[in-house]
Each structure stands twice: as C-alpha cells, then as structure tokens.
C-alpha cells in the first residue's frame, strides 16, 4: 500500500471514533453499501451516498488496495407494491424501471458501477435459510395469528441498539408490519405473509407459508452471500443507521456472523431545512438537475462538503460548483496546450486529506491551490512548473472523478449537448406551431403537431404554454 501522508483512518459509527483502517485481508477491501428501493426516480439526496462511496471507492484503489462494492437493489417493498397498483403496471415492472433510472444517475454523475447489484428478489433461499438459524437460535419466532410473518425477537439479543446508542425500553414501536403476532410491539419482521390484497407473484414458499422478505433482512442475506459473514465497511446514508443497519447487525451477528468491521455514514442532502425526499415534494431529480447544470459540476457540488457534514440543497450552490470547476478546466486547457501529456502525481496535502477520513474539503482546497500556482507559473512562462502542477491536478480530479477527459464523462457531455440540441429543435418548431396557430393557420399548426407526434413527441397545450415529452 502507498504509505505517503500515513495511514487511512476513518470514522467509525459504531465507535463513535476515527480509528486507523485495517481490512480483513491485507490488500483487499470489500463494502457494502445499502441500495435504493427502486420505487421512485432517484433525487440528489440518495446520489449524495453513491457519490460519497464512489470516491471512497477510487481512494482506496489509489491507494492499492483491491477493491470489491456490493450495493443491493431492493425490488420487493411496501412501496412498491403501492405505487404499482396505483399505476397499474405489475409491480416488477415497476421496480425494473425505477432501477434504470438508478443506472442512469450513477452514470450520469460519473460513478463506477458496483462489483455485483445483487437484486432481492434474486436471494429469498439466503434469507429463508438466515431466517431458520435465527429461530433455531432462539432469536426469532412465526408469528402465532396465522399471518405468516416471522419476526426477530430484539429483547432476545442484548446488544440491540449498540449501533444507534439506544435502550430498547426508549425505543418506538416497529412500524414495519401488523402488531397483533408480535410479542414485543419493537420487534421487527424477518419475513411478511402474503396478503389476499397483493399480487401472489410478490411471494415465495417458505416452512412459514407464502410471504416475501422484510426490507432489513434483505441486505444482511446478500451481505452474507458475496462478502461473507465478516467484512471491512457497510455504509449508507445517516437516516439508515436506525432502525434499518441496526436490525441489520442485530440479526447477523445473532446468527453469528460477526459483520461489518467498520460503519460508514454520510450525512444527508436538505432543502428548505429538511431531508430531501420524495414525500416533502423537495425532491432534486438527478435527470432534471442535470438538465440545468453540467454533471461534473453537480459531482463537485456533492461531494466537497465532507460527507459527515450536511448539504443544504440550492441552485446557487450548484452554480458556485459550476464556476469553480470552469477555473479548473480553463487551468488545465491553457497548461495542456503548452505543455501536452505530463506525469502523474499528488500533492502530500492531497494525500494527508483524504487519509483523515475522505477530507474531501482540504482535498478540493488542495486542488484549488494547485490550479492557483499554475495560473501564475503560466502567466511566468515557467513550463516545469505548469507541467508538474498539471500533473497534479490532472492525478486529483481523476481521484474525484471529475477528470473531464474520462470516457465516462465524455459519453455524459454528449448525451447533454444532444438533448440540448433535441430540446432546442422542439422547442422551435413549437413557437412555429403558437405563430401559425395565431394567424389562424390551423393547418400547419396540426401538420407540426403531427409530425412531432410521428417522432414519438406529445405535445400538450397547458395554461402556461405547450408542453413536449417522448410519448
């Protein structure tokens, strides 16, 4: 392993403490990291995770080590199934579209796909098989009111909280299924029996009768699967740490596995003061954010901040990312043409940063510094400095994915200038459409409708103007 700037040291949830980082298997290291429920098209508040671990993910490899990602899908949810019966599509058709658009915006922001995206759908025998263990142990029990259920029994492992710093007699009550065949209003469920109202495909056969999995169980049995029952890092956002990644360590290690070594989390993205989601309608669609602003800028913006620290959510935010990375790139224009093709290399600082627990802030100030002493060696004419400060900004944008000649971004920056170019178009022959519409020549009015709607464009007549969008 690079040995410059010390050891990675990284702070640790369950400790409550930076400690120095030691992987299970020298040179390797394996995350795993909770997945979305695909059930709606992701906002920047869920990317934020997905990009936090992605330039956890390219440290560590910088830094030599072997790096294995895991980050589940869960494809079987409450949600789910609602939103699929309000829609009327079945409900995995629902889920593979959502999932999609979850691709979309990983790439879209420039993060590397995972190892392997187990689904949950695809691993009920790892969980019927966790969930017999559990109750041969004596940790969990079917529910006795014939529902199916099976829940885990948390007055049964007296841990439980350990992660969150919880008493149990101070917790609420689990919310995550019908409280009559529980023996403790906080256990939780393991597995949910098939109700009369939900679709028999989102369920299997199990020694408990027809059901499907209860969310938490779901990562812990593909955790289980692909890392092993002990692994380095399990992360996810700070509004998983309870009660989802505690039931998480509650049943492994109940079923003794010894599990995560280290807990990572990040803080979340608000706006207007609260938790960006879906059900406050603040929700900052990754495809609509980066309509209105580059890609690798919108990565800027996300991960500068340190990930422990909370991200206030606004377009002048954005816009100032905008404007910091056009000084970088105008930077490394004006030294590649003097000086072409240069080394690789990274400033100790660079290092020291990101070795104190992903300091992407000191990182980025490192990074802005450098381009700083490149303009005036530039403006000097000093070609070795600019070709060793290119060297370095070239190295440090590449460890944040942000380097602008990666063929990931490339692809991104087309697929924009493109939709540009497509909504451009559209939206002019829509202003031909309103002119000939306004000397009444319905005619050519309806033949630009209808050419439109030849090429797949609805178009629709609001208060506000026309709308477009691909049928």
């Known amino acids: 392993m690079r040995a410059e700037g010390g050891p990675f040291r990284l702070y640790d949830t369950a400790t409550r403490s930076v400690r120095d980082f030691n992987p299970l298997v020298p040179g390797q290291v394996s995350i795993y990291h909770c997945g979305l429920t695909v059930q709606s098209a992701p906002h920047l508040g869920h990317i934020r995770k997905e990009v936090v671990f992605d330039v956890l993910r390219r440290w560590l490899t910088w ?38 658009e979850l691709h979309n915006a ?8 995972p ?13 019927i098989e966790m969930i017999t263990e559990l109750i041969k142990r004596g940790h969990a029990y079917p529910a006795d009111d014939g529902s199916g259920d099976v829940y885990f029994d948390v007055k049964s492992w007296p841990s439980y909280g350990s992660l969150s ?6 917790m609420e009550p689990a919310g995550d299924s019908d409280p009559r065949g529980k023996h403790d209003p906080r256990d939780f469920a393991l597995w949910k029996g ?9 369920s299997w056969d199990t020694p408990w009768g027809r059901g499907r999995p209860g969310w938490h169980l779901e990562c812990s049995a593909m955790a289980g699967k692909y890392l092993g029952d002990e692994f380095d890092i399990h992360g996810g956002g700070l509004d998983l740490r309870f009660p989802h990644h505690e039931n998480e360590l509650a049943q492994s290690t109940a079923a003794g596995r010894a599990f995560a070594r280290y807990w990572m989390h990040n803080a979340l993205l608000t706006a207007a003061g609260e938790k960006m989601s879906k059900s ?39 816009a100032e990312s905008v404007a910091a990375l056009e000084r970088i790139d105008n930077f490394v224009r004006r030294a590649s043409d003097l000086v072409g093709t240069v080394s690789s290399r990274v400033p100790p600082d660079f290092v020291a940063a990101m070795n104190d627990d992903l300091g992407t802030p000191a990182g980025v100030a490192v990074l802005h510094s450098v381009v700083r002493n490149g303009n005036l060696a530039l403006d000097a004419g000093d070609q070795d400095q600019v070709a060793a400060r290119l060297g370095e900004v070239n190295t440090m944008l590449s460890i944040l994915g942000l380097d602008a000649a990666s063929e990931a971004w490339q692809h991104v920056d087309d697929q924009r200038r493109l939709a540009a170019v497509v909504d451009g178009l559209i939206t002019e022959l829509l202003k031909q459409r309103a002119a000939a519409r306004e000397r009444k020549d319905f005619a050519s009015a309806d033949a630009i409708r209808d050419s439109l709607a030849q090429l797949g464009v609805e178009v629709s007549d609001t208060p506000q103007g026309p709308r477009w969008k691909v049928a």
């Not at 790096?67 to 609602?82: G, Q, R, S």
């Not at 990983?106 to 796909?113: N, T, V």
């Not at 710093?165 to 101070?170: A, F, N, W």
């Not at 580059?294 to 800027?300: C, E, F, G, Q, Y």
Request: charged share 25%; glycine share 8%; with cysteine.
């Open 63 to 100: 830094c030599g080590y072997e790096v294995t990602v895991i980050a589940n899908v869960t494809d079987i949810d409450d949600k789910i199934l609602i939103k699929s019966d309000e829609a009327g599509i079945p409900w995995f058709a629902l889920a593979y579209r959502f999932e999609l």
């Open 106 to 113: 990983y790439a879209g922001l420039g993060c590397l796909p």
């Open 115 to 127: 190892t392997y995206e187990p689904r949950a759908t695809g691993h009920v025998p790892e969980m």
């Open 165 to 170: 710093r919880q008493k149990i007699e101070d």
């Open 194 to 202: 098939h109700k009369e109202s939900e679709p028999e495909t989102a």
């Open 280 to 318: 406050l309608g603040n929700g900052a669609l990754v495809s609509e954010v980066i309509k209105r602003f580059p890609a690798r800028a919108v990565r800027l913006y996300l991960l500068q901040p340190h990930y422990r620290s909370t991200i206030e959510y606004s377009d002048g935010a954005v």
